[in-house]
């Protein structure tokens, strides 16, 4: 096999993660359809099964910092594929809420692991040239996972445990497939297996190339034999430039560690904060609203955003690794922050227009149900327009999420850290992004019944457009470097200069 084909091959067994991660994000919405009567569960009761995976995942991604430090990235993969595969049978067989919220909490444990470990392990063992490419392939994969599971959905209702016990599937091909892989070369040479480090590095890459990568990290390792302890950082040690002198939390004190937290735990929450799962946990709601009435044109709509999502991730595929990541970033930014302004000017109009007229019937539905079909435009030409203007608008909204903000965040945690704090920082960096994700999904719903969508959707905009000044202003170019020139960019320049 070239050499190539054994890097895509080792990217596409690790992004078994993002599968996992994509097809619970998705499969929830159509389970609850069926669940909550089966079960009698209440509006909260709903909340509490839903997030619960994102309370384990929470806890998961935290503590896959330590355990990757500790066991490297391939073994952690392996545990959160075994977790995932006891949490969706679990999930298929539950008989009570309490039992099926205690399952999906223990999924979510398997998705916090798979997240900070699978883009981490890919990072260390793909050539710096075809790395943005490598990590990218994670997304894809939550977005094949998220299609895949709306797909289902629809195929297999009502029969909800076949939908959770599917996602099982993907949980088996990451435990298996990550058996037969190698561990880094940066975690083997680490351990002392240099020998072992240098046959992977050369299956990775060309002769020379490898025996350079190898220099480097033996280079970094050898700098942190002289690493102070902690209490020595604490007391009176010299903060140095680079993390690689430091070890294990203390290597947060150097400038180049600190940079890539603020940054890659900054755009991990931006993220979220930019409504993507409002879209995609609400988008047959939305769709509804907008006036695709009925549920199976909700649905199929729903469809288009989870396919429009996969395709357009291609686009980072082919560009990241030349184009850059700031380019992609402002692109995609500037695309949201239009699409999201228009779909909430456009829900303004048509809000002002239905209130005009109807007023009464406002009245009458104070019940808080925004959603509801009941409160849309009421002319058969104004509900057209803003179903239209909606799917258009979402449609390109995601496909802008899907190549900048997407697969960015998980490629620049992936790179971003130096080797000492790799593991802590990949873990604060998830661990923000799931709980500003957690934060979202809960606020959501409340949010359009209280300000209405055109506001929801403004807020979403405005701080899009934070996102955008963040992006031109704080993040380096990471494209083509190695990850020992990373932390060496971070640890001297300047964001400007860098
Ligand atoms: C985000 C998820 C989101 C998904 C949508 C990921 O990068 O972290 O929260 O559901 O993209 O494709």
Known sequence: MSKNAYCMLVAAITACGGLLFGYDVGVISGALLFLGPK??????????????????????AL???????????????????????????????????QVLALSRLLVGLGIGITSVAAPLYVAEISPPHRRGLMI???????????????????????????????????????????????????????????????????????????????????????????????????????????????????????????????????????????????????????????GF????????????VGF?????????????????RRALLVWGLTGMIASLAILGFAFMSFDAAQVAQTIPAAVANASGDVLSPRDLPHTQEGM????????????????????????LVWVLIGEMFPLQARGSGNAIATGANYFANFMVGATFLTMLSKFGAANTFLLFASIAVLNLLFVLFFLPETAGRSLEEIERQLGEATPAEA
Not at 308 to 324: E, L, P
């Open 293 to 304: 009435v009925d549920n199976s044109s909700a649905l199929w709509a729903t469809i288009v």
């Open 136 to 290: 990218t392939l994670f997304q894809l994969f939550i977005t094949i996972g998220i299609l895949a599971s709306y797909i289902i959905d629809l195929a297999v209702a009502p029969h909800w445990r076949l939908m959770f016990g599917i996602g099982a599937l993907p949980g088996i091909v990451l435990a298996v497939g990550m058996w037969m892989m190698p561990s880094s070369p940066r975690w083997l040479a680490g351990r002392g297996r240099i020998v072992e480090a240098q046959s992977v590095l050369d299956r990775t890459l060309p002769l020379e190339e490898a025996k350079r990568a190898m220099h480097d990290i033996q280079a970094d390792l050898e700098s942190q034999k002289s690493a102070p302890q902690w209490w020595q950082v604490y007391r009176s040690h010299p903060v140095t430039a680079t993390g690689a002198q430091l070890q294990g939390w203390p290597a947060f004190r150097s400038r180049a560690a600190r940079r890539a937290l603020f940054i890659t735990a900054s755009l991990a929450i931006f993220q979220q904060f930019i409504g993507i799962n409002s879209i995609i946990y609400y988008a047959p709601k939305i769709f509804q609203k907008a």
């Open 384 to 407: 057209l327009t803003l179903a239209w203007l909606t799917l258009l608008c979402i449609v390109a909204y995601i496909a802008c999420f899907a190549f900048s903000m997407g697969p």
């Open 63 to 97: 503590g896959a910092g330590w355990f990757t430090r500790r066991f490297g990235g391939r073994v952690a993969n392996i545990l959160a594929g075994g977790i995932f595969i006891i949490g969706s049978l679990a999930s298929a067989r539950s008989d009570s809420a």
């Open 308 to 324: 429009v999502n996969v395709i357009a991730t291609f686009i980072t595929i082919g560009m990241v690794d030349r184009v850059g």
């Open 39 to 60: 079960f009698g569960l209440s509006d909260h009761a709903q909340e509490v099964v839903t997030s619960a995976v994102l309370v384990g995942s929470f806890i998961g």
